[in-house]
């Protein structure tokens, strides 16, 4: 069997920021990570968006 295309999507629900940054307070709070992150800190949409905008879709405000 060949691969002729594949297709590649990222989409995020509303509230997913704010879920990932409860579960690094969570975790910076019992010492699992050692310094505060949040969500628009560690995920760049923008280098897929430059080659495929449709396939960066988000609901929220982390999103750049």
């Known amino acids: ?3 002729k295309k594949i297709e ?3 989409g995020m629900a509303a509230g997913w920021g704010d879920t990932f940054n409860e579960k690094a307070e969570y975790l910076l709070r019992i010492g699992e ?3 505060k992150v949040t969500a628009k800190e560690v995920f760049f949409p923008g ?3 430059s080659i495929c905008s449709g ?5 929220g405000p982390y999103h750049t």
Not at 55 to 59: A, E, I, L, W, Y
């Open 1 to 3: 069997m060949r691969v």
């Open 8 to 10: 590649f999507r990222v």
């Open 33 to 35: 990570i050692k310094k």
């Open 47 to 49: 280098p897929l968006r």
């Open 55 to 59: 396939c960066v879709t988000f609901k």
